[in-house]
């Protein structure tokens, strides 16, 4: 019996040892990734060549994070930043497909026109109030629908720091 309990004792050590071991390289990974990104951040944040790559990569596939799915390097202050890793399971975009997203960023209108799709896509604001008056009156039915339609429109116009 004495070593029948010694026998589940070390099942049970070996058990939380292999555990102790899983989230160790777990966490090591995830602190990986996030300097990775923060690196990604830093390096978009401080170079406007870099920022403009981050968000023409943004137009092609509006569903890849710098950091994450895509790492810019830049090797030098003269050099201009460029793709060093592609890690998603999209298609890597060509050259030729990057260079149109540029000009299309380029463009002085780029800003105004996604604003513009942007805004024409989003709720009335009439329709908002109202949903939030029928809210406050207890039916939040029609507010849950504005909300819905608000989060789509923001996930496929994200606003702001585009790559993040």
Request: glycine share 2%.
């Amino acid at each position: 019996m004495f070593s029948g309990v010694i026998n589940i004792v070390i099942v049970v050590l070996i058990s939380v040892c292999i555990m102790v071991y899983v989230l160790w390289k777990n966490s090591r990974k995830m602190d990986e990734v996030i300097k990775l990104t923060a690196q990604q951040r830093n390096l978009v944040k401080h170079d406007e060549r870099a920022l403009s790559l981050c968000r023409a990569i943004r137009i092609l596939n509006p569903n890849v994070t710098a950091g994450v799915d895509y790492i810019i390097r830049q090797d030098s202050p003269d050099q201009a930043p460029y793709i060093a890793e592609w890690l998603a399971d999209t298609s890597r975009p060509t050259e030729e497909e990057i260079k149109s997203a540029l000009l299309e960023i380029s463009d002085a209108s780029h800003e105004d026109k996604y604003a513009a799709m942007r805004r024409a896509d989003y709720p009335s604001v009439e329709e908002q109030l109202d949903a939030a008056y029928q809210a406050r009156q207890g039916n939040d039915a029609k507010q849950l629908e504005v909300d819905e339609k608000i989060r789509r429109v923001k996930e496929h116009y994200p606003k702001g720091e585009e790559c993040f």
